[in-house]
């Protein structure tokens, strides 16, 4: 397995999150030509409040946020919109960790109208591509991870987010 899943709301387990997870993680590495299997996701399933407490330790930010990464490695490409470059598998085969928040992720696709799984696979999606090095701060930047997610999301047969 590429990702392993810890959950500590229940009802990520009924969402189907590690499924959902895997699934995303998978698709988002074939999508970018890396091997899933030479890799490693930590993945922390919880609510609002724990995804504030990280939230705030981690970026000053003392809310609830639907989903937080933390890349093992910085990989940003330095010239914006330039993409960043692949990691090596030999070097660190665990590329980060990736919480997301039941409440805030089950609200938001509650108030877009959207299946909660295909909202969380986005999510997730969105997560691998920071722990690869995709940001969207810049806006050549964005607008890079805007069209990488919708093209993995495509092949999943999921629509645009965007």
Known sequence: ???????????????????????AAQATLAHLGLTPSDWEIAVLACDDARIATLNAEFREKPTPTNVLSWPSQDRAAVTPGAPPALPDP?????LGDIAIAY???AREAAEQGKDLSDHVTHLMVHGVLHLLGYDHIRDQDATLMETTEV??????????PY
């Open 1 to 23: 397995m590429l990702t392993d899943t810890l959950i500590e709301d229940s009802r990520w387990q009924n969402a189907g999150l590690e499924a959902i997870a895997e699934t």
């Open 90 to 94: 030999g070097l660190d085969p665990e």
């Open 103 to 105: 409440d805030t992720c």
């Open 151 to 160: 093209a993995i999301l495509g092949k999943l047969g999921l629509p645009d």
